[in-house]
């Protein structure tokens, strides 16, 4: 907050000089790779004020660069928590919306995650294909594969040893191997 409030009466204070000395002529317009946002601001403001800034000003200006960076991390760190936590509740079951449980007939079952599973979307889904459930899969698979990383569509397809799709361990190893050629998908080992 104290960061804002400098930078505002800064901000005032360069606006008001300026307009009492002389008109504003519009800001040049900016690359999408130019310099970064104080060199900017600096430039601006030497161009307007046709002087140099004085050491405060120059080193209020980079604890505005600093905050804007240290804001973007904060952000960043955030997201990779959400991320992190997102992943382990996939691993548990606790991000499913529900599942589709084919390990009888095939060995697999999915687990539904992203946002576009209604239960109409997963019911329609398995249909034809294992039973639908509100529940996660259960519990003993060897691996799986999650689909659709990150986006509305997320899903995994859980491997089992056991049921009638024989699944071995050379198999899980194509399925890991082909998991990690298909875009957007990424192997879990529960």
């Known amino acids: 907050m104290f960061k804002k409030s400098l930078f505002l009466c800064l901000c005032l204070s360069i606006v008001l000089t300026g307009c009492l000395e002389r008109k504003f002529e519009a800001p040049p317009e900016t690359s999408s790779n130019s310099d970064s946002a104080t060199e900017k601001i600096l430039s601006d403001i030497e161009k307007k004020e046709g002087k140099n800034l004085t050491e405060e000003e120059i080193a ?20 990779v928590n959400k991320l992190e936590e997102l992943e382990d509740n ?19 079952c999915i687990d539904y995650v992203g946002s576009m599973w209604t239960e109409q979307q997963m019911s ?3 249909e034809g294909a ?13 691996g799986g594969c999650n689909i659709g990383l990150g986006t ?8 089992y040893y ?3 799709g024989e699944i071995t361990p050379d198999s899980l190893f194509s399925a890991k191997e ?8 990424r192997w879990i080992v529960k």
């Open 60 to 79: 209020a200006l980079e604890k505005l660069e600093n905050a804007e960076s240290d804001k973007k991390l904060e952000e960043d760190y955030n997201l």
């Open 178 to 185: 082909v998991c990690g050629m298909t875009p957007m998908a």
């Open 90 to 108: 996939k691993k548990t079951g606790s991000a499913a919306r529900g599942s589709c449980n084919a390990i009888i007939e095939g060995s697999t």
């Open 130 to 142: 294992g039973i639908y459930s509100a529940k996660p899969c259960p519990d003993g698979m060897a």
């Open 162 to 164: 056991t049921g009638g």
């Open 124 to 126: 329609l889904n398995c």
């Open 152 to 159: 509305i569509t997320d899903m995994v397809t859980w491997f």
